[in-house]
């Protein structure tokens, strides 16, 4: 490289550099207004953080509870944590806990972790993306003006964490999205539905035929008293998970095939999996969607079962209602309008949130001109929750690489990355950097859609 080329560089990662320390400078006065906020208290740590991390904590103006964790060693780098879920029913300090247990590397690597609990359970994106924000804010008041904030979304809270970024534009500085439900919810959950239809096609009991009759896309019926250990011992009668398999009838097994087969979820994701479609899809009802069907599986032809015609005449079918929709698109479904740098992981084999999900992603992104801000990579894993401390390490120093210097990582990089990154937190790295997504419709039956 030449020196006219080696200075022309030099000023470009300058000016780069000089526009982030100017976001940050006037992030306040860019965000729409919100309320101060009470001072945090000091409280204990939980297990699992560095030697002389401090820690805070409390409840915010619109009730959700929140941690803050801040290492000895802290450089002014923030991560903004948004968890995954949703979890149904009124927010716990113990779930921030939780949360913040789950992701101890951020302060063991040196970083200042903050996480929300969210005001309110469910699936309402942008309330927790409003409650990410009010925390982020709190920080600024009353701890510091973090040198870079970085906003974290895992799973679910990837997708509240894309709405955030775009919401508040000049808030945060670069976006991480670790095994992330990012097709938005009307499109993420529609294997859910299908799960339900085939499940009933097998098993009858969900609803049994002595109970009243309800849509399926409803979840259970207002009012239900269905709990999650009665749904298991329905699912267990017919299917026999909790059984080792030399115990189950010929039939068992063949229904277990049939649903892992033709909705492509491995047989110790069934449960999980069902427990979604019945609770979540209850909330989604009651309190999303104003009581009209989101999911709808018209014309979805299932493939995988011993008799795939029989299964496909026998399932119920539901037509999506376009009001209910585009209502909870309008909370749930990502732009792809995100100003800064997007960083993304994804396990392969995730069973929970289906890879596929992330060529979604990349198409939004695209259709929003915002391609070029967006890096996707991806690992050899079967997990969902989490991958591995060197894995998410070497995300955020690309990140920071990215924002700092004007280095776009590559998916290469990042494996090197990690690679470094196992000597001091020694783990696994599983990327793939030559892999890319199928379309999400090669993973779920297509269907006609309003």
């Known amino acids: 490289m030449n020196k006219r080329r080696i200075a022309s560089a030099a000023l470009g990662a300058a000016l780069l550099s000089l526009a982030l320390l100017g976001a940050c ?36 103006s619109a009730g959700a509870f929140y941690l803050i964790a801040i290492p000895k060693d802290w450089r002014g780098e923030l991560v903004l ?135 399926l896309w409803r979840g259970l019926p207002a009012g239900s008293a269905l709990s999650q250990a009665e749904l298991a011992r329905r699912i267990n009668d017919c299917l026999a998970l909790d059984k080792p398999a030399a115990e189950r009838s010929a039939e068992q097994a063949r229904k277990i095939r049939t649903i892992t087969e033709v909705i492509q979820i491995p047989e110790r994701n069934i449960l999980g999996h069902l427990n979604w479609a019945t609770f979540h899809f209850q909330d989604i009802a009651e309190k999303r969607s104003g009581g009209a069907s989101v999911f709808g599986n018209t014309g979805a032809q299932y493939r995988g079962s011993d008799d795939d015609r029989a299964l496909n005449a026998g399932v119920l079918r539901y037509a999506a209602d376009p009001a209910a929709v585009a209502r909870f698109g309008a909370d749930t479904d990502p732009g792809g309008r995100i100003a800064v740098p997007v960083l993304t992981v994804h396990g392969i084999r995730d069973p929970i949130a289906f890879v596929e999900l992330q060529h979604s992603f990349g198409e939004t992104m695209a259709r929003a001109g915002r391609a070029g801000s967006l890096v996707q990579t991806f690992s050899d894993d079967a997990e969902h929750s989490y991958l ?51 379309s999400l419709e090669t993973r779920v039956a297509p269907r006609l859609r309003p």
């Not at 009010?134 to 920080?139: A, D, S, Y």
């Not at 690489?401 to 783990?427: D, H, N």
Request: overall charge positive.
């Open 388 to 438: 591995s401390d060197a894995s998410y390490v070497a995300l955020m120093e690309a990140l920071k690489a990215w924002l700092r210097e004007g280095r776009k990582p590559t998916p290469a990089a990042v494996a090197q990355g990690c690679e470094r990154a196992q000597a001091q937190f020694p783990s696994s790295c599983r990327f793939r950097p030559d892999y890319q997504p199928a």
């Open 81 to 215: 944590h948004s968890h995954g879920g949703p979890f149904l029913g009124a927010p716990t300090m113990k779930r921030v806990e939780e949360d913040l247990q789950r992701w101890s590397i951020m302060p063991r690597a040196g970083y200042a972790w903050a996480g929300s609990s969210f005001r309110q359970g469910g699936v309402a994106v942008r309330a927790a993306a409003e409650d990410t924000e009010r925390l982020r804010r709190l920080f600024v008041q009353h701890v510091a003006q973090p040198k870079l904030t970085l906003l974290h979304g895992q799973s679910w809270g990837a997708s509240v964490a894309a709405i955030a970024a775009e919401m508040y534009p000049r808030a945060y500085d670069g976006v991480l999205l670790t095994s992330g439900v990012l097709a938005g919810g009307t499109r993420s959950y529609e294997f859910r539905l299908d799960l339900r239809v085939v499940y009933q096609y097998l098993c009858n009991n969900h609803p049994r035929p002595e109970e009243p009759p309800y849509p």
């Open 25 to 60: 400078a006037h992030r306040a006065a860019e965000s729409p207004p919100m309320p101060p906020e009470a001072a945090p208290q000091a409280r204990a740590c939980p297990s699992g953080m560095p030697a002389d991390t401090r820690c805070l904590g409390g409840q915010d």
